[in-house]
Nanobody
């Protein structure tokens, strides 16, 4: 089992910045990918969109809508993932969820875990 705890959400004006953090605990040794998804107001869970992700030894991956504005990074302890969000826009308003995917040493996906979500609201 993996537990994910997010923090850092809040209300900010358009053009502002926020930094989200997600701390993973539990059986984290075989986490392959960590990322951030968001669920916009009125959208269902199935409509969560990938914002950014990063895999062990891999390059970051970003949604087109956030490229150049958001940066995902892994902390030194490899158990924390950050999302630096700059030049925020009202359309970035959503609940942001941390995600962790575990895999075997051979790359076979095992399971996925989600945090409880943190609200990001951007006013115009």
């Amino acid at each position: 089992q993996v537990q994910l705890v997010e923090s850092g959400g809040g209300l900010v004006q358009a053009g502002g910045s926020l930094r989200l953090s997600c701390v993973a605990s539990g059986s984290i040794f075989n986490i392959k990918t960590m990322g951030w998804y968001r669920q916009a107001p009125g959208k269902q869970r199935e409509e969560r969109e990938l914002v950014a992700s990063i895999s062990t030894g891999g390059s970051p991956n970003y949604a087109d809508s956030v490229k150049g504005r958001f940066t995902i990074s892994i902390g030194n302890a490899k158990s924390t993932v950050y999302l630096q969000m700059n030049s925020l826009k009202p359309e970035d308003t959503a609940v942001y969820y941390c995600n962790a995917d575990r895999a075997t040493v051979f790359g076979r996906r095992l399971d996925a875990y989600w945090g409880q979500g943190t609200q990001v609201s951007v006013s115009s």
